[in-house]
């Protein structure tokens, strides 16, 4: 697992990169440049190539696909897919629901209607291609009938209990592979192991890039229209983390965003004299291990930061069955909770020093595997057993195939602890033990009850604490994507402070900011993964069109429009009072409507 390591020099540095003079001479030239060639830059260049552009990638790793390939699955709206599934759509809807709820009413709704109206168009669009009629969609349970629906590969998702990490691991890989094959077809010219260092300026204008590639050599790659940055976020970046979202960097134990997720193309953007929208925006799983707080594993140096989302010892840490506590040794988690993705590490948010325990017994190897329903995205580890997808191997250095392999390796780490007694593993863990004790008697006399307990939880998800020696986890958030970036309006163009376009930059995937609104534990309508798909087919729309016909209309946009106006007036000289309007106002409208 040397890729725990294998940060650059620069990936704890957040002052902001200035942009360039025009070089001498250029060594490359095309209509768009896309800095990044996962999910969102492969995408824009795909729509870009459409449009008759010509296009450029550079992309830092030896190979595109960025974190894009990694997901399971990706939140749209309206796709035919979703249309053969007989899924409902509502745009009204889905406006209420992503604006009020889940953005805060902070989301900007011009933008926010554009991901509702235009995600569908990169799905659709490929299934005209060789790609094929190869999405399927479900909807996700807990969100409310907004039409959203998310999508798989078809094909992907077994029917039936989950039985590994596997089944909802990098689904999107095949997908991925495709968009490289089609823009190389068309033209497109991929620059690997070429890292961006800074945008070029003339005048008001960003006109190029300036690269490096692996051997140090410099490259001026010039854009005759513009240049999208498509660099992903900044989950590596604990410095740009602290001073953009420092809510997740206080209360996060961790990234399951790859190492290179550094934040260098949004540093480039506010260089360029970008606004910042997302401050304290972000999303997190359950089941981080604070490996970095040396205090907790007792080692001389901090541990991995980055833990990859189906390493074992995450997985374990997320156990459906165990114990969870919090510091005073009380249960606070009802099972609904634990099995949403989101509102588990909210809960376990919530709790003193944001943070929870889980407390197993040397049983677990077996017992992981037998709590049903399976939540969501909380399903099992990886195992050699595992189906036999074609690329599974080449994500082995982000995780071992065996899992049991991963938490010897966090036990070494100092992150998963255990004892002979409940009372060693107390010390072990910083718990009292006498509280601790009680707590695993209790829990130990619901499981043996064979009887939903109070939280609701099913008999099958409370396994004894038996056999020593006893194991606990001191766990809480992981950060899933930070929505933190340079601002973008609905047409993804980079907007400077004064609320203008940035002549020639466009933004989207996670380097778009503001895409889940201000200040939300939440991730974007579109989850990350279809943020990425749908914001770069959007932008390299928008970038390659003299004239976008798009313009976001119905909905709830005025009145929201509105709100956000006052509210903001308002918050220059009565902060709080702009605050409740916000949140208040526009449910009061909804009210006063009806
Ligand atoms: C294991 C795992 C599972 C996930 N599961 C899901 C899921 O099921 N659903 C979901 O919605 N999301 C999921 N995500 C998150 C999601 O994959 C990402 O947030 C999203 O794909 C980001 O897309 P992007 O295009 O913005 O960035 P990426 O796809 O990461 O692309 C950014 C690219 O830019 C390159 N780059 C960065 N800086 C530079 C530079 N200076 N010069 C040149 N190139 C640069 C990077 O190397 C990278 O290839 C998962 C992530 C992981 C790791």
Redesign the pocket.
């Known amino acids: 697992m040397e890729v725990i390591n294998n940060l650059p020099d620069d990936h704890e540095d957040a002052r902001d990169i200035p942009p360039v003079g025009v070089p001498a001479k250029w060594d490359y030239e095309a209509d768009i440049v896309c ?7 492969l995408c824009a260049a795909t729509k870009a190539l459409e449009n008759g552009a010509t296009v450029i990638i ?4 030896p190979e ?5 390939q ?6 749209t709206f309206f796709t035919k897919a979703a249309k053969r599934k007989g899924l409902k759509s509502n745009r009204a809807a889905a406006f209420k629901h992503a604006y009020a709820v889940q953005s805060n009413a902070t989301i900007d709704p011009r933008l926010l209607a554009t991901l509702i109206d235009r995600a569908h168009e990169i799905y659709d669009w490929s299934e005209t291609q060789s790609w094929g009629k190869r999405w399927d969609a479900f909807t996700l349970g807990f969100l409310p009938d907004q039409g959203v629906a998310r999508m798989i590969v078809k094909g992907a998702l077994k029917k039936g209990p989950f039985t590994s990490g596997t089944e ?2 990098a689904q999107m890989y095949p997908w991925l592979q495709w968009l490289e094959k089609h823009v190389t077809e068309k033209g497109a010219k991929i620059f690997i192991n ?3 260092l800074a945008l070029v300026k003339e005048g008001e204008r960003i006109v190029g890039v300036k690269a490096e590639s692996l051997n140090g050599k410099i490259l001026y790659a010039k854009a005759t229209r513009a240049v999208i940055l ?3 976020s900044f989950t590596n970046n604990r410095e740009m983390l602290k001073k953009y979202c420092p809510d997740a960097y206080k209360k996060a134990f961790g990234t ?3 190492p ?1 997720d550094t934040g ?2 949004a540093r480039m953007a506010f260089g360029a004299g970008a606004d910042i929208a997302g401050i304290n925006s972000w999303a997190a799983f359950a089941g981080g291990i604070p490996f970095f707080d040396t205090s907790y594993t007792g080692k001389s140096e901090p541990g991995p930061w980055f833990q ?3 390493q074992g010892w995450l997985q374990l840490a997320r156990g459906g069955g165990w114990l969870e506590i919090n510091t005073a040794c009380e249960e606070y988690i009802p099972d609904t909770a634990r099995l949403d993705y989101e509102m588990h590490p909210k809960a376990s948010a919530t709790q003193p020093r944001s943070t929870a325990y889980v407390i197993f017994d040397a049983n677990y190897p077996k017992t992981v595997w037998e709590t049903l329903p399976p939540p969501m995205l909380d399903d099992r580890p990886m195992t050699l057993d595992d189906p036999d997808f074609p690329w599974f191997d080449k994500f082995k250095d982000f995780a071992p195939k065996n899992w049991l392999d991963s938490v010897k390796k966090a036990i070494e780490y100092g992150g998963i602890k255990y004892a002979d007694t409940v009372q060693g593993l107390a010390k072990e863990l910083g718990l009292d033990a006498l509280k601790l004790t009680a707590a695993v008697k209790a829990w130990n006399a619901k499981s043996a009850a064979g009887k939903p307990d109070e939280f609701g939880r099913l008999p099958q998800n409370m396994k004894p604490i038996i056999k020593a020696p006893f194991y606990g986890i001191k766990t809480g958030a992981i950060i ?2 930070v929505y933190c970036g340079p601002r973008v309006n609905h047409q993804f163009q980079v907007l400077d402070k004064e609320q203008n376009p940035i002549p020639g930059l466009y933004a989207a ?3 778009a900011g503001g895409t889940s609104g201000e200040g939300v534990v939440a991730a974007s309508p579109l ?4 943020l ?1 798909f749908s914001t ?1 087919w959007i932008a390299g729309a928008n970038a390659t069109t003299d004239s976008p016909s798009y313009i976001p209309s119905g909905m709830e946009i005025e009145p929201a429009i509105r709100i956000q106006r006052l509210a903001n007036k308002l918050n220059k000289h009565f902060p709080k009072f702009g605050a409740f309007l916000l949140k208040t106002g526009y449910t009061l409208i909804q009210l006063i409507k009806k």
Do not use: N
């Open positions: 800095i990044g060639g996962g999910g969102a830059g550079l992309e830092k790793q595109t696909g960025g974190h894009s990694h997901a399971g699955a990706a939140a909802l691991t070429t890292k961006a498509a660099g992903a399951f965003l790859p290179t260098e193309v990859y989302l189906r899933a994507g995937g996670l380097t989850s990350s993964v279809g990425a770069g």
